[in-house]
Every structure is written in structure tokens, then in C-alpha cells.
């Protein structure tokens, strides 16, 4: 079984900023996409960034220059540092991977529990 475990949200003021991390751990034969998604009170969950085991990397328009999406492969880990942070950016983040936990198995997809990332003054 595998897990994925969220740290790093909280409180901050408009223009701060936020580092959130993902570790997963488990039955991981390879890692072949981690991200992020959010999802605000009343709205759809939305892409955020997801990098790809081979560097290149996905933004959503609205966080492209302020929000850097950067992976540690040996530990299985991602982590979303978020600048210049928004009311908008308000939302329960929630760490995404996709993986094969055995050479035979498929694909699968995995979700962490959430964090909540409050911007507000």
C-alpha cells in the first residue's frame, strides 16, 4: 500500500509564502508523475504543477511565476513553494502521485489526505 503524507500548510498574509511537501512511501517500483491540486470551497479540483520523473514540469497559468514545483527522487518526495501568495490561492492542497508498485502491476493513481493554505490578512 502506498501513502502519501502532506506537510507545510497554514496561515499566511497576502504576498507570503508557503513551502508544502509530499512524501511517498510504500510499495513504489517507479514514480512516473507527482504534483499538486487544490480545491477552494464550492469549486472543482484544479491541476496546480505536477513534474514529471524526467524533469519537465506542468503549471496552471494562474500560479506559473510564483509557485516552483521541485522533486527529491531518492526520497520519493515533492514539495510547492509558494511566493506571492493570493487570497485566490485559498484552498485545500492535495499532493497527487502516479506510480506502479510492482514491475507487473499497472499505473496507479494516489492522494494525500489534503492540507489547508489560508491566505488572508
Known amino acids: 500500500q502506498v501513502q502519501l503524507v502532506e506537510s507545510g500548510g497554514g496561515l499566511v498574509q497576502p504576498g507570503g509564502s508557503l513551502r508544502l511537501s509530499c512524501a511517498a512511501s510504500?510499495?513504489?517500483?517507479?514514480?512516473?508523475?507527482m504534483g499538486w491540486y487544490r480545491q477552494a470551497p464550492g469549486k472543482q479540483r484544479e491541476l496546480v504543477a505536477q513534474?514529471?520523473?524526467?524533469?519537465?514540469?506542468n503549471y496552471a497559468d494562474s500560479v506559473r511565476g510564483r509557485f516552483t514545483i521541485s522533486r527529491d527522487n531518492a526520497k520519493n518526495t515533492v514539495y510547492l513553494q509558494m511566493n506571492s501568495l493570493k487570497f485566490e490561492d485559498t484552498a485545500v492542497y492535495y499532493c497527487?502521485?502516479?506510480?506502479?508498485?510492482?514491475?507487473?502491476?499497472?499505473?496507479?493513481?494516489?492522494w494525500g489526505q489534503g492540507t489547508q493554505v489560508t491566505v488572508s490578512s
Open positions: 497527487n502521485a502516479r506510480l506502479r508498485e510492482r514491475a507487473v502491476s499497472p499505473t496507479n493513481n494516489y
Open positions: 510504500g510499495s513504489i517500483f517507479s514514480m512516473y508523475v
Open positions: 513534474m514529471y520523473s524526467g524533469g519537465p514540469t
